[in-house]
């Protein structure tokens, strides 16, 4: 069971490894209907390549059934895989619950480095 506090715990994270992974050009031209990890590509160059999914998630979460805007945090549990099926990271699965939160999360990831 994954709990709201774990969570943002964990989304905080990730959005900090995301913008500083994360290609700026991209994170810029998110939108409402942005889907994270296809819309935004790693800056390239790092020591080691991976998917971004990979190298910013802290976890992945997933349910017993397919995550939906009304799946509830009580019925998603976390898992150590690297499969993507149903399996999603602290991130996306916030986009996907919270959809009135998305501009927010635009906002904090494309924020400048001293905002």
């Known amino acids: 069971m994954i709990t709201k506090e774990q969570l943002l715990k964990w989304v905080d994270t990730e959005i900090s490894a995301l913008r500083y992974y994360g290609y700026r050009e991209d994170r810029e031209k998110l939108t409402e209907n942005s889907n ?15 998917p971004l999914t990979r190298r910013c998630a802290w976890t992945s979460i997933t349910a017993n059934e397919t995550i939906t805007s009304s799946t509830k945090l009580e019925d998603m ?37 001293y905002e």
């Open 36 to 50: 994270l990890y296809e819309d935004i590509q790693s800056i390239g160059y790092v020591k080691r390549q991976m």
């Open 77 to 113: 549990y976390e898992v150590h895989t690297w499969d993507r099926n149903n399996i999603f990271t602290p991130l996306e699965i916030y986009w996907i619950i919270y959809p009135e939160k998305r501009l927010e999360v635009i906002k904090l990831l494309t924020k400048g480095q």
